[in-house]
């Protein structure tokens, strides 16, 4: 667990930093960012601050949903958000994303054209893709002696009480979606309710554990759970500490996401928050990024040097079939879905089905 402590201690050392003043006062230069846990290498924003001078204040929110309620009560100061794909095209239809001065961030050239012009941002004026990934299942191979390729593990009941599902509607509500052949798109409410009757019917017997989000590093890890789904990027970093864990994107097809950088309406630093993403998508930050969290780099450089960087840093050849999850090949993306932004009266079903569920 030295990755996640290092985290931790960083994480510490800047929410201390924000206590003593995350607007910045007394003219010091700050940036305020919002992300995911033990989604940046803490490295980098000490690599920052030493090249910019400008202070970041690094936060975390543990879901899109999470992220998206802080942004609505007003009760923050972010400048850099990194949401995914079917949340950033909600924030740009509400108003709630400022468009990028593409002049300050250099460095986006360096994205692959596969990640730029995508659904939620058609024409690229609010996002600089940050990673990319798939979903999937995590399962231990030394409780679970069959190989997993179905999301029916998830709902059979064969491994009931073992099983835990993944804590946020759009992905928990698309497994079900998936493994009744539906879209992770579909706005029929008739096909979502069966997706949700799914759900319900296997938590009320008593198959899931709980609805997890980062506490399932411990518990998958520990052997505590042995069944979950979740992303391939984290089932890298639980993998280094338990190597009888798997992963799987199931036949049926999956989700695979892109999460962005994107700076909010009336940000207080939009200066300092697009140095901020130019920075981190230059070639060396996208590499040090990816050996630390373990998630594709839409740098089209990064994702061709990186299994000779893993091998320089670390001593040995990097697994080809460990990379393949971290940068799934287009045999598997090509049966995957991107979330799209939902209608508001599906977004609202979903929000009233996960609270029905007990969840919400």
Not at 332 to 342: A, F, G, I, Q
Request: proline content about 4%; overall charge negative; glycine content about 8%.
């Amino acid at each position: 667990m030295k990755k996640t402590f290092a985290f931790l201690l960083a994480l510490t050392m800047v929410l201390t930093l924000c206590l003593t003043g995350c607007g910045g006062g007394g003219g010091e230069r700050t940036v305020n960012v919002c992300g995911w846990g033990e989604n940046i290498d803490p490295d980098l924003i000490n690599q920052f601050e030493r090249e910019t001078g400008i202070r970041v204040n690094y936060q975390t929110a543990e879901s899109n949903e999470t992220m998206y309620a802080l942004i609505r009560q007003g009760g923050t100061d972010y400048d850099v958000i990194v949401p995914s794909d079917y949340m950033i095209g909600q924030m740009i239809d509400e108003g709630l994303l400022a468009e990028l001065d593409y002049g300050n961030i250099p460095n986006f050239a360096l994205i692959d054209s596969r990640y730029k012009n995508l659904s939620y941002d058609p024409e690229n004026r609010y996002t600089v893709p940050y990673t990319w990934g798939t979903l999937g299942i995590i399962y231990n191979s030394s409780i679970v002696e069959e190989e997993i390729d179905s999301w029916d593990v998830l709902f059979s009941g064969k491994y009931s009480g073992q099983t835990g599902m993944i804590g946020n509607p759009r992905d928990a509500i698309g497994a079900a979606l998936l493994y009744l052949g539906y879209s992770v798109n579909t706005t029929d409410e008739a096909e979502i309710r069966e997706a949700y009757e799914l759900l319900s019917s296997a938590k009320s017997n008593g198959m899931y554990q709980g609805f997890f989000m980062d506490q399932l590093y411990d518990k998958m890890e520990a052997g505590e759970t042995a069944i979950c789904t979740y992303y391939a990027g984290d089932f890298l970093t639980m993998y280094d500490n338990n190597p009888d864990l798997r992963y799987v994107v199931p036949r049926e097809g999956s989700n695979w996401f892109v999460d962005a950088m994107c700076v909010l309406k009336g940000a207080e630093h939009k200066e300092e928050a697009e140095a901020w993403i130019n920075f981190i998508c230059k070639t060396d930050s996208c590499l040090a990024n990816m050996d630390y969290i373990w998630y594709a780099s839409p740098n089209t450089e990064a994702l061709e040097q990186y299994p000779a960087y893993y091998e320089e840093k670390n001593g040995e050849a990097l697994d080809p079939e460990l990379y393949e999850i971290m940068a799934a090949p287009a045999s598997v993306l090509d049966r995957c879905e991107v979330y799209e932004n939902l209608p508001p009266e599906t977004q609202q079903l979903y929000s009233q089905l996960w609270v029905e569920l007990g969840i919400g």
